[in-house]
Nanobody, 129 residues
């Protein structure tokens, strides 16, 4: 069965960096996947942060993290990473990774946020001011 394990969260000062990892099992990165990072801050709705799709390597970022966050994948390790630079207090949240193993086409690329089939447990990221 598909499992996703997020790790790498922690406490960091504003302006600092963290790298989150999403280790996937139960499927191989040789097949199609779309793996996304989401976050949910206290009292706020969950939001999509970034997504990487294997069919064409397409990458999606939320406007709030463009230029600061970088998503990447290591097929040999079945792992997707989220490098977060220039962190801000408003980045504080529980970060989750999620996956879809079904290729879908979307008119709006951001529609992919609503089609994740598998979810991992979150990792807490806290950015102090």
């Amino acid at each position: 069965d598909v499992q996703l394990q997020a790790s790498g969260g922690g406490l960091v000062q504003a302006g600092g960096s963290l790298r989150l990892s999403c280790a996937a099992s139960g499927f191989t990165f040789d097949d199609y996947y779309a793996i996304s990072w989401f976050r949910q801050a206290p009292g706020k709705e969950r939001e999509g942060v970034s997504c990487i799709s294997s069919n064409d390597g397409s990458i999606l970022y939320a406007d709030s993290v463009k230029g600061r966050f970088t998503i990447s994948s290591d097929n040999a390790k079945n792992t997707v990473y989220l490098l977060m630079n220039s962190l801000k207090p408003e980045d504080t949240a529980v970060y989750y990774c999620a996956a879809s193993l079904v290729f879908r086409k979307f008119r709006d690329p951001e529609d992919i946020w609503g089609w994740m089939d598998y979810w991992g447990k979150g990792t807490q990221v806290t950015v102090s001011s």
